[in-house]
Every structure is written in structure tokens, then in C-alpha cells.
């Protein structure tokens, strides 16, 4: 059995009280966790202000904070196989999955690091003959920074990377479900020099942790990244701080396949959108918009792809879709599939049973061609595809668009006209083109509607943890003129 602690103003504890944390591919407990309650969390934001205000951090240059970021991407690449092997273990992500993301985590920190002594302010050309004015850009303050389960320890770093760079502090709360990775990731931002109080990591429930932090009087900004319903509670809870938020939320992306693709690679590009990762990636392209003429045949070539897929314990080298984190998710999928079909939904493969113990779901495709399919309405975070042909450009883009959602979206065509004509009509933050799922720190991320606002990644993420201050210089000797006219 595991323990892992919290980390608040340098130092490690056991927090208010402990909870367990299951392996999702036994079911079996393995590890306790620290579970922070509005005491920790007032102690952590506490930390976090003293921190910006007073301290080595406060007096740091925007270069020494930058050879701290550096420092810390070479820990995180050092200790990568570590951090991937306990995401593994508490998340249930393949083994493959976890080191490849990992390592690449890195870049994200490399990347801010070398932008922390390149956010600039600016001399404005001011009109009047006797005043200098510029304009600097000073931290935002202590962020709230709230991550889910999945890919945690790369959805903290769109966050922590481009708020350290800017000088800000922050309360890091990662998910209950499990948060192993996270707390372990503390250790290296403690190896790495970062001076107490500056970075706080804590998990914990919502109600005793994660409303008090979001709330709390101390938080400046909060950085969410989660599902819609919690989100509407942040957004709630930031009217008693009048805090800032950035939110990355779900989404239900569309993966439009035309019939002069290249069908091979757009069902590799479809098997990594929604089978990889055990379709748990808010990007997951989970609604497959396939043009009428070749309809048949892309769902056989699928099908062959979907059942050929190695499913076993995520610490195999060879699995490649592994348990689902949670029985409550598994269960959750398994409702909204019997929906599906009951109301019409074909079967193409999957939604069986798999036998032995641990969260496993199948490889799932559901037709669901001339019916409103809750799958195809409902993120449901797990490996299931719902199906829907079309005839022409424009309905491929009326179903694309028919959701609430708009976080990414795939376009399969060799017709460049038509490639460019969709990017500008399909209503999503991200559309790749002839690929799938690709990202990069250089790269803004997010999206529209019910999948948030706000960016992650890039230089405007960096800006988001800024403010800026207006400096005026009187240049003239004169004395001030009249006090009752304005200048």
C-alpha cells in the first residue's frame, strides 16, 4: 500500500484526513491519498499570497523564474517512466499512452520557460506632448489551478507552465479520482528550488475542497479544466472572489471523413481519436460524419481496425485500450449505449461484455444513421463511436454543428478548397486537417460554447495570467494646470 501526502507552503503532510484510491484494472485498493479540507485550502491560498507579495519569489527577475521552469522540465523528463507508470497504475491509461505524454509534458515547461523574460509591456504613443505612457504586465495574482484525472500531468502544465512564467503563485487541486501522478509531481517542483508557497498541490472532494478554493478570497484567476456541470459551479463560485477563469470543458467533436480521403488513414486517424486513450480525451472524435457512397465500406475497414485492438492491463507494453477509471463511468457508458440501441442504434462491434475483473469497456461503434442517438448526443468519456452518414458538404456541415459543444473537430479530404471551406464554417476551437489529436505547447487550445473559453498553450495563455498596469510620467517642469479640467 502507497501513502502519498499534500504539499502546502514547501512541506509535505498527510492533510485533514486520507481516502483510498482503487487500481481501476483489479478494482483492488492500492494506494491512500491526503484529503484536503477548507482548512488546507485556506493554508495553501495563505501560502500562495505570501508568496507573490514577499519572499525570493516576489523579488525574482522574469529570468530567474525562467531557469526554474527549465529545471523543472528536466525533472519532469528524468522522472517521466516514473510519473507515467503511477498515472498508469491510478488512472488506468495504457503504459503507452502515459510515457509518450509525459515526456513530452517536458516541452511544455521548456516552452514557458524560455517566454518568461519575453512578456513586454509597451511605450504608447500618447497624445499629449508632455506625458510618457507605458504599460507593464504584472501577475494576476494566486490561480486556482483544477484539473481532471486524464492527462493531468499535461493539463497542469497549460497551466502552471505559462502562470509561473508570468510570476504568479498557485493552488494546484488535482482530481480525487485519482491523483497520484500529481502529488508525486509535487516532489519535483520541490527538487527543483521553487521557493515555498509558490506552487501548492492538493486533492480532495467538492464540497470541502474544491468550492473553498474556488471561492476563496485569496484566488485571483481560476484555471479549470473539467465537464460543464462542475464548470457552472466555478463560474458560481467565482461571484464571491470576482475572480478571472479560463475554462477547458468537454466536448462531443465531430470526425468528418469525405469520399475521396484516404480511407486507411483516416481510420487510423478515427481509431486514434476515439479508441486511444480508452476514448477518455475531451477531444475524443466521438461522432464520426462519414459521406454516404463510402459509408459501408469506412465501417468495415473501422470494424477490422476496432476488433484488432489488444485490450489487457495498462501496464502491458502490448495493451493498447485498457480499463475505464472509474466503475461509476463504466456504468455510465454501459446506460447510455442500452439508450442508444433501444432506440435504434445498429451494433457494429462491441458493447459486450469483458469478462475477469477491473473497469474494461470494449471497442464500441454505433450506427446511428436516421435516429437521435443519446450516444451521439452525450460526452461519454469512454470508447464509443456513434456513426452518421451524409450526402453532400453542407449537411456533413449541419450535423457537424448540431451540439452544444465545440472543442475540436477532423476533416478528411484530399480537396483543398473544400478543406479550407469547412475550416471557416465548422464551429470548434481546433480543426485538424487529414490528422487527429496532435498538439503543441507553440499552439493555442480550447474552445466554444459548452467546451469552455479561454486558451491553453502559446503566448496568449501566458498573457491570460497577466494584468496590465498604465504607467503616466509628466515630463513638464510646468506646474499642474487647472484641477478642475481634466487632462
Known amino acids: 500500500m502507497q501513502v502519498f501526502q499534500q504539499y502546502i507552503d514547501g512541506a509535505f503532510d498527510a492533510g485533514s484526513a486520507q481516502f483510498e484510491s482503487r487500481d481501476p484494472a483489479t478494482g483492488e485498493v492500492w494506494a491512500t491519498m491526503p484529503e484536503a479540507r477548507e482548512a488546507d485550502v485556506d493554508r495553501a491560498v495563505r501560502a500562495a499570497q505570501q508568496a507573490l507579495h514577499t519572499g525570493p519569489w516576489a523579488r525574482m527577475s ?20 516514473r510519473l507515467a507508470e503511477l498515472e498508469t497504475r491510478d488512472t488506468g491509461k495504457v503504459i503507452r499512452e502515459t510515457s ?60 502552471l507552465g505559462p502562470a509561473l512564467a508570468a510570476g504568479c503563485t498557485l493552488v494546484l487541486k488535482a482530481s480525487e479520482e485519482a491523483p497520484a501522478p500529481l502529488l508525486e509531481f509535487a516532489r519535483l517542483v520541490h527538487e527543483a528550488g521553487f521557493p515555498a508557497g509558490v506552487v501548492n498541490v492538493i486533492t480532495g472532494f467538492g464540497p470541502s475542497c474544491g468550492s473553498p478554493l474556488t471561492s476563496h478570497p485569496g484566488v485571483a484567476h481560476i484555471a479549470f479544466t473539467g465537464g460543464p456541470g462542475t464548470a457552472a ?24 471523413v469525405f469520399a475521396d480521403a484516404d480511407l486507411e488513414s483516416a481510420a487510423n486517424a478515427q481509431v ?55 466503475q461509476r463511468q463504466r456504468d455510465a457508458i454501459r446506460a447510455v449505449v442500452a439508450q442508444s440501441i433501444a432506440a435504434g442504434a445498429k451494433v457494429v462491434t462491441g458493447a459486450h461484455e469483458i469478462a475477469g475483473g477491473g473497469y474494461y469497456y470494449p471497442p464500441t461503434i454505433l450506427d446511428c444513421d436516421g435516429i ?35 472543442l475540436a473537430s477532423g476533416v478528411f479530404t484530399q480537396n483543398l478548397g473544400r478543406a479550407h471551406r469547412l475550416i471557416r464554417r465548422i464551429h470548434a476551437g481546433v480543426v485538424w486537417v487529414n490528422t487527429y489529436r496532435a498538439v503543441s505547447p507553440i499552439a493555442p487550445f480550447g474552445g466554444y460554447g459548452l467546451s469552455g473559453h479561454g486558451r491553453e498553450g502559446g503566448l496568449a495563455a501566458a498573457l491570460d495570467y497577466t494584468r496590465t498596469k498604465t504607467v503616466w510620467l509628466n515630463t513638464s517642469d510646468a506646474p499642474f494646470p487647472d484641477p478642475f479640467v481634466m487632462r
Open 272 to 326: 486514434a481519436g476515439i479508441f486511444a486513450a480508452t476514448g477518455q480525451s475531451c477531444v475524443a472524435g466521438s461522432r464520426l460524419l462519414v459521406e454516404a457512397s463510402i459509408k459501408d465500406r469506412f465501417l468495415q475497414l473501422l470494424k477490422a481496425k476496432a476488433e484488432a485492438i489488444r485490450i489487457g492491463s495498462p501496464l502491458s507494453r502490448d495493451t493498447e485500450v485498457g480499463p475505464l477509471c472509474t
Open 100 to 159: 509518450a505524454q509525459i515526456a513530452y509534458v517536458a516541452d511544455y515547461y521548456r516552452y514557458y520557460a524560455g517566454l518568461a523574460d519575453k512578456i513586454e509591456g509597451a511605450t504608447l504613443p500618447i497624445d499629449k506632448a508632455d506625458m510618457d505612457v507605458w504599460t507593464l504586465r504584472e501577475p494576476v495574482g494566486v490561480v486556482a489551478a483544477v484539473v481532471p484525472w486524464n492527462s493531468q500531468l499535461f493539463l497542469s502544465a497549460v497551466k
Open 62 to 81: 522574469a529570468t530567474a523564474r525562467g531557469k526554474l521552469l527549465y529545471r523543472l522540465a528536466e525533472l519532469v523528463q528524468q522522472n517521466a517512466p
Open 233 to 256: 459551479h466555478v463560474v458560481r463560485n467565482s461571484a464571491e472572489n470576482l475572480a478571472s477563469t479560463s475554462l477547458e470543458l468537454g466536448g462531443k467533436s465531430p470526425f468528418i
Open 372 to 406: 437521435q442517438s443519446p450516444s451521439a448526443q452525450t460526452e461519454l468519456f469512454g470508447p464509443v463511436l456513434s456513426v452518421n452518414g451524409f450526402q453532400d458538404e453542407d449537411e456533413a456541415v449541419t450535423l457537424a454543428n448540431a451540439t452544444r459543444y465545440g
